[in-house]
């Protein structure tokens, strides 16, 4: 039952490349270091519904998780991996 | 009539959910902040009565998780373990319930005896989100008070509770998920062999891979299976999903349509974004100099005026020179900086509790990324080119780890004080643009020195790496005036009671060093002979002359001090250019910028601190720095 989602990456989507107004389910992050632990602490969690607001190449990538606006670094957000 | 209860209450929760104005709310003026032993983190105490019951709070650190990954979560977890305490208040924003009552289900695991308090009710309210508080109570098993702290609602009745607390007609059931075989195994094991955790709390945090109580487990000889973080974030978010189901009822709410983000559609856009960035940089730095500079001219006023009146009355030239330069200048020069910390923390409050802060963090994280500097040290940068004092209180803004890089770092840039020596210095050595390309490279060799210095520090552990951004976007809200106000005050009392006495102290010691022993030349003053002493340190800068080695002691006082030296000393500012050439004024301006900060620098790093040991750092780390950066140059202009 600890088993997370028990999917790969394929047919993920990578946050980082995530087009701004895609809407989707949070299905794993990379990594379980301090900075994946500060994510899930904000409710970026496998499961969860997420949007993301703003990805262009200049200023900053912010999600939308259950009615949270949060800001994430380029390198933290391809940590993310989320599923339609 | 004496009261009779006491009652030792903590406040946790988010940032950004009003916590700290519940606690001035129900705190008032009976409050006071000190240090987190062996941290940098501000603790904040205070107490108030309910008829017959005193009660004590604790304002504990805003925080996301209780696992370990900050200082600030590691003191919240420590006090709540062994910290005397008889309740928690959970403070949670009642429009983003969901995020914010994923760490009260941690929090009941550590300590059961919570009571929630939905804040921002109106908030939600506009967002069309109702929420049944009575249901939420009885499905957690706490009560639950709701309320908006900011206009008073809910505190009567939070009030209540506590009472009830006391007099024990409050009962705390709380309900957990259940997280599987794996979590109770431990748990039960835990149970039976003891811990200092509560053994539900050690066994989901060992599996969610906390380092703390990893190692508490295995030096207990209990094996630990594989952490599992995100299964055990899963099945948390899952439960407390399906707990909400019948809880809240959203109305109609659009979330194309809240104000926050027609706000944010400007203040985030990759272009635009940066417009206001800079608009509201500049009203800060002008506001900040302009308004606090206007009354610490006033007081400086004030202060000349007392030494002319007072000077009248002193017969003995020794004594009046004391009286009046040092004691009522030291005085003077402690008060000329509260204005402008005064001013600074008013805005910078007004911004952090508007919800702006997090904004300008966003847009300046991959600049400052690419630099290897913290986001939120752009403030305390910009704001170290008017004066370093601010900048350093400005750090109390970053997390621990991130500040103690700050406070090293921010006196690198150029103050204002600094500009004015090298105008004195340039105008007197170079004509036109040569002079301003001078100044210019002073900018820049200081900005250099900061991103420099931030690798260095990180390569000898003085600082850890920087966290990449993760950082909650709160709704825009206008400031709760009372909190901005108490925080804005407490601080600048904070620095005049921390830094005075060291801005003080030195001050006199500057003054005997330059005016003892009394009546005699300058070349002959204690300043001179320990001019003198240090100057062969200087030699392989290229810098023998002893006089000008002498000016970077007042300059210790206040880098300004460094004009009127030389003007003792060489007889004026112009004759400078007599007695030293141009590549040794090049590499005296590159020391000069980066060397021990000034005295009231330094009261600021312990007021922000409280650690002598970093103040100690942070002089023997300039110093060096200095020497190095001045060594090249000197390498540069004059060669091998």
Redesign the interface.
Same mark, same amino acid.
């Given at each position: @039952?600890?088993?997370?989602m028990g999917v790969g990456k394929e047919g993920l989507m990578n946050l980082e490349m995530a087009p701004e107004g895609f809407e989707g389910i949070v299905a794993? !992050?990379d990594g379980?270091d301090?900075?994946?632990?500060? @994510? @899930?602490?904000?409710?970026i969690?496998?499961?969860?519904h997420i949007k993301v607001?703003?990805n262009?190449?200049?200023?900053?990538l912010?999600v939308?998780?259950?009615?949270?606006? !949060?800001?994430?670094?380029?390198?933290?957000s391809s940590k993310v991996w989320l599923r339609k | 009539m004496k009261t009779l209860h006491r009652l030792r209450v903590a406040l946790a929760g988010n940032p950004n959910v009003g916590k700290s104005a519940l606690f001035n709310v129900l705190t008032g003026m009976y409050q006071h902040t000190a240090n987190w032993p062996g941290k940098t983190v501000e603790r904040k105490e205070g107490f108030f009565d309910i008829d017959d019951v005193h009660v004590e709070v604790i304002d504990l650190p805003g925080i996301y998780s209780l696992t370990v990954t900050s200082p600030e979560e590691e003191v919240t977890r420590e006090f709540l373990t062994n910290g005397d305490i008889d309740v928690v208040i959970n403070v949670v924003d009642a429009s983003n319930l969901f995020r914010n009552l994923m760490f009260t289900v941690q929090l009941l695991e550590l300590f059961p005896r919570v009571i929630l308090f939905v804040n921002m009710l109106d908030v939600a309210e506009a967002k069309g989100v109702k929420i049944d508080l009575d249901k939420l109570s009885k499905k957690l098993g706490i009560p639950v008070v709701g309320g908006v702290v900011v206009t008073g609602e809910g505190i009567d009745e939070l009030k209540q509770v506590l009472k009830d607390v006391v007099s024990g007609k409050v009962h705390f059931h709380p309900v957990y998920p259940v997280y599987g075989q794996e979590v109770e195994i431990l748990e039960e094991y835990l149970a039976k062999y003891g811990c200092k955790y509560p053994p539900k709390f050690a066994a989901v945090k060992a599996l969610e891979g906390d380092e703390e109580i990893i190692k508490l487990l295995k030096e207990k000889g209990i094996s630990v299976p594989e952490p599992q973080p995100q299964a055990i974030s899963q099945i948390r978010a899952e439960w407390l999903k399906n707990l909400l189901r019948d809880v809240f009822v959203v109305d109609d709410y659009n979330p194309e349509m809240t104000i926050t983000d027609r706000i944010d559609m400007v203040v985030t856009h990759p272009i635009w974004g940066y417009v206001v960035f800079i608009l509201v940089m500049f009203l800060m730095f002008y506001i900040t100099f302009t308004f606090g500079g206007y009354f610490a001219n006033l007081i400086d006023m004030f202060f000349g005026w007392l030494g002319d009146a007072i000077s009248k009355y002193i017969a003995s030239d020794l004594w009046r020179s004391f009286i009046v330069d040092a004691v009522i200048g030291g005085v003077g020069s402690v008060l000329t900086f509260t204005p402008i910390i005064f001013t600074f923390f008013l805005m910078y409050s007004i911004l952090e509790d508007s919800g702006y802060i997090a904004r300008a963090a966003a847009m300046m994280d991959r600049l400052m990324h690419l630099l290897g500097l913290p986001a939120k040290l752009f403030f305390p940068l910009i704001l170290g080119m008017g004066c370093t004092v601010p900048a350093v209180m400005g750090t109390t803004a970053l997390e621990e780890e991130e500040r103690k890089l700050g406070v090293y770092l921010v006196g690198f840039m150029p103050c204002s004080a600094r500009l004015a020596v090298y105008s004195a210095i340039v105008s007197a050595f170079f004509r036109g643009y040569t002079g301003a390309l001078v100044i210019v490279s002073m900018y820049l060799i200081g900005f250099l020195a900061v991103v420099v210095g931030a690798k260095v520090l990180k390569m000898f552990g003085l600082a850890k790496d920087t966290m990449p951004l993760v950082i909650e976007l709160p709704s825009y809200h206008i400031p709760h005036i009372r909190t901005v106000l108490y925080s804005t005050w407490i601080r600048t009392k904070e620095f005049i009671y921390k830094a005075g006495t060291l801005i003080f102290v030195s001050t006199i010691v500057i003054w005997m060093l330059v005016n003892m022993p009394f009546g005699v030349k300058p070349e002959d003053s204690y300043l001179a002979w320990l001019g003198r002493v240090i100057a062969p340190l200087f030699a392989p800068l290229g810098l023998a002359d002893w006089r000008i080695v002498s000016t970077l002691i007042p300059s210790f006082a206040a880098k300004e001090a460094a004009i009127a030296t030389i003007g003792v000393l060489y007889g004026g500012v112009e004759m400078l250019k007599h007695a030293i050439t141009i590549p040794q004024i090049l590499v005296f301006l590159v020391f000069f910028t980066l060397y021990t900060p000034c005295m009231a620098t330094l009261g600021a790093i312990y007021s922000v601190t409280k650690r002598w040991k970093v103040v100690f750092l942070s002089v023997l780390f300039s110093f060096a720095t200095a020497y190095i950066f001045a060594f090249m140059t000197r390498l540069i202009v004059m060669g091998v």
């Amino acid at each position: @039952m600890l088993t997370p989602m028990g999917v790969g990456k394929e047919g993920l989507m990578n946050l980082e490349m995530a087009p701004e107004g895609f809407e989707g389910i949070v299905a794993y !992050i990379d990594g379980g270091d301090r900075v994946s632990q500060r @994510m @899930m602490a904000l409710g970026i969690v496998p499961g969860t519904h997420i949007k993301v607001i703003r990805n262009s190449s200049f200023g900053p990538l912010i999600v939308d998780i259950e009615g949270t606006r !949060i800001a994430l670094g380029r390198g933290v957000s391809s940590k993310v991996w989320l599923r339609k | 009539m004496k009261t009779l209860h006491r009652l030792r209450v903590a406040l946790a929760g988010n940032p950004n959910v009003g916590k700290s104005a519940l606690f001035n709310v129900l705190t008032g003026m009976y409050q006071h902040t000190a240090n987190w032993p062996g941290k940098t983190v501000e603790r904040k105490e205070g107490f108030f009565d309910i008829d017959d019951v005193h009660v004590e709070v604790i304002d504990l650190p805003g925080i996301y998780s209780l696992t370990v990954t900050s200082p600030e979560e590691e003191v919240t977890r420590e006090f709540l373990t062994n910290g005397d305490i008889d309740v928690v208040i959970n403070v949670v924003d009642a429009s983003n319930l969901f995020r914010n009552l994923m760490f009260t289900v941690q929090l009941l695991e550590l300590f059961p005896r919570v009571i929630l308090f939905v804040n921002m009710l109106d908030v939600a309210e506009a967002k069309g989100v109702k929420i049944d508080l009575d249901k939420l109570s009885k499905k957690l098993g706490i009560p639950v008070v709701g309320g908006v702290v900011v206009t008073g609602e809910g505190i009567d009745e939070l009030k209540q509770v506590l009472k009830d607390v006391v007099s024990g007609k409050v009962h705390f059931h709380p309900v957990y998920p259940v997280y599987g075989q794996e979590v109770e195994i431990l748990e039960e094991y835990l149970a039976k062999y003891g811990c200092k955790y509560p053994p539900k709390f050690a066994a989901v945090k060992a599996l969610e891979g906390d380092e703390e109580i990893i190692k508490l487990l295995k030096e207990k000889g209990i094996s630990v299976p594989e952490p599992q973080p995100q299964a055990i974030s899963q099945i948390r978010a899952e439960w407390l999903k399906n707990l909400l189901r019948d809880v809240f009822v959203v109305d109609d709410y659009n979330p194309e349509m809240t104000i926050t983000d027609r706000i944010d559609m400007v203040v985030t856009h990759p272009i635009w974004g940066y417009v206001v960035f800079i608009l509201v940089m500049f009203l800060m730095f002008y506001i900040t100099f302009t308004f606090g500079g206007y009354f610490a001219n006033l007081i400086d006023m004030f202060f000349g005026w007392l030494g002319d009146a007072i000077s009248k009355y002193i017969a003995s030239d020794l004594w009046r020179s004391f009286i009046v330069d040092a004691v009522i200048g030291g005085v003077g020069s402690v008060l000329t900086f509260t204005p402008i910390i005064f001013t600074f923390f008013l805005m910078y409050s007004i911004l952090e509790d508007s919800g702006y802060i997090a904004r300008a963090a966003a847009m300046m994280d991959r600049l400052m990324h690419l630099l290897g500097l913290p986001a939120k040290l752009f403030f305390p940068l910009i704001l170290g080119m008017g004066c370093t004092v601010p900048a350093v209180m400005g750090t109390t803004a970053l997390e621990e780890e991130e500040r103690k890089l700050g406070v090293y770092l921010v006196g690198f840039m150029p103050c204002s004080a600094r500009l004015a020596v090298y105008s004195a210095i340039v105008s007197a050595f170079f004509r036109g643009y040569t002079g301003a390309l001078v100044i210019v490279s002073m900018y820049l060799i200081g900005f250099l020195a900061v991103v420099v210095g931030a690798k260095v520090l990180k390569m000898f552990g003085l600082a850890k790496d920087t966290m990449p951004l993760v950082i909650e976007l709160p709704s825009y809200h206008i400031p709760h005036i009372r909190t901005v106000l108490y925080s804005t005050w407490i601080r600048t009392k904070e620095f005049i009671y921390k830094a005075g006495t060291l801005i003080f102290v030195s001050t006199i010691v500057i003054w005997m060093l330059v005016n003892m022993p009394f009546g005699v030349k300058p070349e002959d003053s204690y300043l001179a002979w320990l001019g003198r002493v240090i100057a062969p340190l200087f030699a392989p800068l290229g810098l023998a002359d002893w006089r000008i080695v002498s000016t970077l002691i007042p300059s210790f006082a206040a880098k300004e001090a460094a004009i009127a030296t030389i003007g003792v000393l060489y007889g004026g500012v112009e004759m400078l250019k007599h007695a030293i050439t141009i590549p040794q004024i090049l590499v005296f301006l590159v020391f000069f910028t980066l060397y021990t900060p000034c005295m009231a620098t330094l009261g600021a790093i312990y007021s922000v601190t409280k650690r002598w040991k970093v103040v100690f750092l942070s002089v023997l780390f300039s110093f060096a720095t200095a020497y190095i950066f001045a060594f090249m140059t000197r390498l540069i202009v004059m060669g091998v």
